[in-house]
């Protein structure tokens, strides 16, 4: 069973970090783009950030280039979020997702292109 389990959430500080982990069961992430993505109350899920599924390209929603780092470990079927310099605004349940792609290289910000989802890791940025 393909699974994706998401942990490293948490209540910090605004101007603080979190590492989030995405971590694969039952298959192995070496060639699906991962997305992260994240949901605040009453808004539409949005992504933040995905690496490709070939030289670990990567691409950032504007709100967050500069701040958060996404990579991957392949060895260990792990991807990472680095989040820094945190802002209220950032508040949300945080999603990573998996695809195959359409083609090599691939990597995208748009719900749409997932079809694998994990549950969820709660980010709480307050002071």
């Known amino acids: 069973q393909l699974q994706l389990v998401e942990s490293g959430g948490g209540l910090v500080q605004p101007g603080g970090s979190l590492r989030l982990s995405c971590a694969a069961s039952?298959?192995?992430?070496?060639?699906?783009?991962i997305g992260w993505f994240r949901q605040a109350p009453g808004k539409e899920r949005e992504g933040v950030s995905c690496?490709?599924?070939?030289?670990?390209?990567?691409n950032y929603a504007d709100s967050v280039k500069g701040r958060f780092t996404i990579s991957r470990d392949n060895a260990k079927d792990t991807v990472y979020l680095q989040m820094n310099s945190l802002k209220p605004e950032d508040t949300a349940v945080y999603y990573c997702?998996?695809?195959?792609?359409?083609?090599?290289?691939?990597?995208?910000?748009?719900?749409?292109?997932?079809?694998?989802w994990g549950q969820g890791t709660q980010v709480t940025v307050s002071s």
């Open positions: 039952g298959f192995t992430l070496d060639y699906y783009a």
């Open positions: 690496v490709d599924n070939f030289r670990g390209s990567t």
């Open positions: 997702a998996a695809t195959a792609g359409p083609r090599i290289g691939f990597c995208s910000v748009y719900t749409t292109n997932y079809n694998y």
